[in-house]
Nanobody
């Protein structure tokens, strides 16, 4: 059974920090690129950050660049999203995604709610 389980979401004040974690199981984690998506209320799902399978390359949405950092630990089958200087616009459900494009494979977690509000 393939599983992606997010954790670490919650309520934080603007300017605060939060670290999301995603624990993967049931597939060869180290062969997959890992991504964080989010969906804000009334908006489309968007890619927030991605990291290549080796961890050697990352990409970020312009809106989070310089504030968010994605990292992975292939030994633990985990991926993280460190979120700093949070803004109300960062509010939404954050989803962990595993992708192996060669085989058109996409796995998704259930999501974790992040609310940035004073």
């Amino acid at each position: 059974q393939v599983q992606l389980v997010e954790s670490g979401g919650g309520l934080v004040q603007p300017g605060g920090s939060l670290r999301l974690s995603c624990t993967a199981s049931g597939f060869s984690f180290s062969y997959y690129s890992m991504n964080w998506y989010r969906q804000a209320p009334g908006k489309e799902r968007e890619l927030v950050a991605g990291i290549f399978s080796s961890g050697s390359s990352t990409n970020y949405a312009d809106s989070v660049k310089g504030r968010f950092t994605i990292a992975r630990d292939n030994g633990k089958n985990m991926v993280y999203l460190q979120m700093n200087s949070l803004k109300p616009e960062d509010t939404g459900v954050y989803y962990c995604n595993a992708r192996r494009s060669t085989f058109s494979v996409n796995y998704w977690g259930q999501g974790t709610q992040v609310t940035v509000s004073s």
